[in-house]
């Protein structure tokens, strides 16, 4: 079956480093994205991919990168990790046509200290 | 982007109760979507329903393109159905999600 894979599932990391959490999905879709999930916030945008090199920023984009060097990857970096990151960071996929569902992978939970 | 607004927010159920889940959005959507998050956080798709009726078990959807919403009927509640239910609609290749419903159902 296909599905999205997302690691690790749990991160650790101290503030000031790159940090950057791997997304591999083998449905084929062309369209990606990142959402990071806090409590009182739902699930808001990071970046997003309609296909291979195009990236799109999201609403909460400041802090973070992604590239698309292939269908299958879109990895999201942390350029410099701060406190406020600390939060559930959720990758999904869709076909791309208009009548396309949306399928999660399992989520890291990243912790900043 | 379009606005979606869940309700109710909180919801807590006896087991075997019925309940009903609202999504209103705010503008023509070409999808929308039900997800269970789990108490693992897992993001579960329930149904994909851009209009009309579908039937899965236990739950059942409802979208009414034309006025705007979409219900959710969970029927004979279980614990296992506790959790936090999001719609998203999307327009284009966007995606917009809902706040949520948090269930708590108590045995």
């Known amino acids: 079956d296909a599905e999205i894979t997302q690691s690790p599932r749990h991160k650790i990391t101290e503030t000031g480093r790159q940090v950057t959490l791997a997304c591999h999905q083998t449905?084929?879709?062309?369209?990606m994205f990142w959402y990071r999930q806090d409590l009182g916030h739902g699930l808001r945008l990071i970046h997003y991919s309609y296909g291979v090199q195009d990236t799109n920023k999201g609403e909460v984009s400041d802090g973070y990168s992604v590239s698309r060097s292939n269908t299958e990857d879109l990895p999201l970096t942390l350029e410099s990790a701060a406190s406020s990151q600390t939060s559930v960071y959720f990758c999904?996929?869709?076909?791309?046509?208009?009548?396309?569902?949306?399928?999660f992978g399992n989520g890291t939970r990243l912790t900043v200290t | 982007g379009i606005q979606v607004e869940q309700s109710p927010p909180d919801l807590i159920l006896q087991e075997g109760a019925n309940s009903t889940l609202r999504c209103n959005f705010s503008d023509s959507v070409n999808n929308l979507q039900w997800f269970h998050q789990n108490p693992w956080g897992q993001l579960i798709n329930l149904f994909y329903i851009p209009s009309g009726t579908k039937q899965n078990g236990r739950l059942s959807a409802t979208t009414v393109a034309t006025e705007r919403y979409s219900l959710l009927y969970i029927s004979s509640s279980q614990t296992t159905d506790s959790g936090v239910y999001f719609c998203?609609?999307?327009?284009?290749?966007?995606?917009?999600f809902g706040t949520g419903t948090s269930l708590t159902v108590i045995p």
């Open positions: 999904a996929s869709s076909a791309g046509q208009n009548n396309s569902p949306l399928h």
């Open positions: 449905w084929n879709h062309n369209n």
């Open positions: 998203a609609s999307n327009t284009g290749n966007q995606f917009y």
